[in-house]
């Protein structure tokens, strides 16, 4: 008899995304002529096409791979260094930070180094995780088993749940008892959020303190405008030591079908086993990609490289520019209906709080019948994204625009 791992039972109905699509489904089915008007403003995917020195070369390098004298057969399970040493320069040393090109693992997206993260550590560990948050970090806890069962409000025993609310610029504080592991996203997704360089310090005083882990994800670290806020954990002193960072192509180079991201892990991090020692884990993070992956395919490799090059940090930069142009159209347009509006500042992300009386799920409802809007429920990332719900700016300019008409038509005050 083969088992189940029987932790998925108790993971609460369908991811929120899924969730999202079954439900846009059912009423598109049933209403042909309004799906017609529908737009998407839910999940964070985006629209414009790649750039063009990305594309030139990944055709590139597919065309090494044709020829006996340039083909490549397995990389080095990191990555290929070409990429890797591009990252470490450009991302972290001439930011005045001092990582070194081996720390560098080239994964196919920040998505899965969340999940992948937790291979190669312990079941011992409290997790504390922001509320609002992306799924993921909860999802994959409660699959490896690191928590209990869900209450009524759909938080799971045995996870420290930090409250981001509107009073606390939805930025928390440490918490005031012992989390061995941390999930901090900046800027955040779903909020749109940004720390400070004295919140993240104080972060990292607390995991120094307690001994704790900063697992920090900067998919959307590119969309910081405003000066003097932090691009990486590790400009804070002190963080190389406690702290791991996830980034991501998807969302600066156009990567969510292409698939491409990486993990900073550095050797100065070290953690505990049960009998007292304190091991690197650097080590362990390799043996696991050694053992479990061969990386990224070559090509989407020199994709991603080619987003270092001058002409791509500046493709890069105009689709950054052009997402954040919607951001700016979509947030003065919910203002002006009479919604509270926070993010879409320092993010693609426009988190609103619903009309009085409406839950989430209620305001999804209207959005997607009344105006054929798809949007994200805040409860979907959490007990205290009740009362709230997020709005892509990943999309085109007219669909932005059009929106942006229909909630100002829609008078919400």
């Keep these: 008899m083969a088992y189940l791992n029987e932790n998925y039972l108790k993971l609460q109905a369908g991811y929120l995304f899924p969730e999202i699509g079954r439900r846009v489904q059912e009423f598109c089915a049933a209403n042909p002529e309004a799906a017609k008007r529908l737009i998407r403003c839910g999940i964070g995917d985006v629209t414009e096409p790649l750039p063009p020195a990305a594309v030139s070369a990944m055709k590139k390098a597919v065309d090494e791979l044709s020829v006996r004298e340039t083909f490549r057969g397995y990389g080095h399970e990191q990555g290929g260094n070409f990429l890797r040493s591009k ?23 920040s998505k899965s180094d969340c999940g992948f993260i937790l291979d190669v550590l312990g079941d011992r560990n409290r997790i504390a995780i922001t509320d609002p948050v992306y799924p993921v970090y909860v999802d994959t806890n409660v699959m490896a088993g690191h928590t209990g069962p869900a209450d009524e409000s759909g938080r799971y025993e045995g996870i420290i749940y930090l409250p981001c609310r509107a009073e606390n610029g939805f930025v928390p504080e440490p918490p005031n008892e012992q989390a061995d592991i941390v999930y901090l996203c900046f800027p955040n997704n779903p909020t749109g959020a940004v720390a400070t360089r004295a919140q993240l310090e104080k972060w990292v005083a607390y995991a120094q303190a307690h001994h704790a882990l900063l697992l920090y994800d ?43 991201g990486f993990t900073v892990m550095t050797k100065q991090l070290l953690l505990q086993t049960s009998d007292g020692r304190e091991l690197p884990l650097h080590r362990l993070w390799h043996r696991r990609w050694s053992t479990k992956t061969n990386s990224v395919s070559y090509p989407v490799q020199r994709g991603a490289e080619a987003l270092y090059s001058p002409e791509g940090r500046q493709q890069v930069r105009g689709l950054i520019d052009y997402y954040m142009g919607n951001a700016r159209i979509l947030s003065a347009a919910a203002a002006r209906a009479g919604l509270g509006v926070y993010g879409g500042k320092n993010a693609p992300y426009i988190w609103v709080r619903t009309p009085a009386g409406l839950t989430s799920w209620q305001m999804f409802d209207r959005m997607l019948h009344d105006l054929n809007v798809v949007i994200t429920p805040g409860s979907g990332f959490g007990s205290e994204g009740e009362g709230y719900f997020r709005i892509s700016a990943f999309n085109s300019r007219a669909n932005a625009e059009e929106v942006a008409r229909r909630l100002e038509a829609a008078s919400f005050s």
């Design 87 to 109: 990252i470490a320069q450009l991302d972290y040393r001439d930011r005045g930070m001092e990582i070194a090109d081996d720390e560098i693992f080239v994964s196919d997206g």
């Design 218 to 260: 900067a998919a959307y670290e590119g969309y910081i405008s405003e000066p003097g806020i932090p691009r990486s954990i590790f400009e804070i002193p002190g963080a190389t030591e406690c702290a791991v960072e996830f980034r991501s192509f998807s969302k600066t180079g156009g990567f969510t079908g292409v698939r491409c």
